[in-house]
């Protein structure tokens, strides 16, 4: 019998299923010692998959050869992690929805230290760089890890600020580590690599699909002792990051703006809804129990 990290890999790699899927296996069968061994239409059932999905995951659940794909990850220096490894960060794992899998290229260290996420519109202007700059320096000197999605925008200012500032950051993707998403970041996905961390919990040939976004966003806030909002449109993806970090009991942080402003309109709404309005990253680490 497989071993159950060895189950859960496997598992990750099946066509069709996604996080909601996993969840429902290991609530109904933690060791998953039954999955094999289901009659088709009950296992269907369970999963609540369309028949076009579930026939490739039932297919590859009984076929899929894993030991050549782990062999091409070893040579690219992937690593996996699940929940029952000791390096699998711990924050992450107390959140409602833990990834079944992460992929990890960098340093592995940096998922046990603090963190704090940092993100904002991919249609970032003004101002933004000079926040994010202005915030960062004295979390860096309190050794916060600034953790970002790598997306355009706010997520890339937030990666390419902490490196420049001699900090330490982690991107969580939306895709697979061979399909970096968006392409103009191939070259800061690979700095990150090298020096920092790359997460994902899609297996590295997945490409990007508009649904991950949404998914990758619970890892950037299960991550963190809180987000910080720094531009937002009223409906944004960060603002899906916010509301994930406030069900896991997460601090939400926000930089106000100008009222008239479409980005500041998602972060002045944080602000009303009760997020910490920042204006100095005294106002972040008075939240998170350190002095500035």
Not at 51 to 80: G, T, W
Not at 120 to 127: E, L, P, V
Request: charged share 20%; net charge positive.
């Amino acid at each position: 019998m497989e071993p159950l990290k060895a189950k859960y890999i496997r598992l990750d790699h099946c066509r069709g299923i996604r996080p909601v899927h996993k969840m429902k296996l290991l609530k109904y069968d933690p060791p998953l010692e039954k999955l094999l061994h289901m009659p088709p239409l009950s296992l269907k059932k369970l999963l609540n998959m369309q028949a076009a999905p579930f026939e490739a995951f039932y297919y590859d659940l009984h076929h899929l050869d894993i030991k050549p794909v782990l062999s091409l990850y070893a040579k690219h220096h992937i690593r996996l992690l699940t929940p029952l490894d000791p390096e699998y960060p711990s924050l992450l794992k107390e959140t409602y929805q833990p990834p079944l899998v992460l992929y990890a290229i960098g340093d592995l260290s940096l998922l046990q230290a603090r963190s704090l996420a940092v993100v904002g519109s991919r249609k970032a202007a003004g101002d933004a760089q000079q926040v994010v700059e202005q915030i960062l320096p004295l979390l860096i000197k309190k050794n916060f890890v600034i953790a970002s999605g790598l997306a355009r925008g706010v997520d890339t200012i937030a990666h390419t600020a902490a490196m420049k500032l001699g900090g330490r950051t982690i991107a969580v993707l939306g895709s697979g580590f061979f399909h970096i998403y968006p392409g103009e970041n191939k070259l800061i996905a690979e700095q990150i690599k090298q020096n920092h961390l790359l997460l994902s919990e899609y297996p590295p040939a997945t490409r990007p699909q508009k649904w991950h976004f949404p998914e990758r966003n619970r890892i950037i806030s299960g991550l963190s002792e809180g987000v910080l909002v720094v531009q937002a449109e009223r409906r944004s993806g960060s603002l899906i990051t916010a509301d994930f970090a406030l069900q896991e009991g997460r601090e939400v942080f926000s930089i106000p703006g100008n009222v008239l402003d479409p980005l500041s309109a998602g972060t002045n709404h944080l602000i009303q809804q009760g997020a910490k309005l920042v204006a100095s990253s005294e106002d972040i680490l008075e939240e998170l129990r350190m002095d500035g």
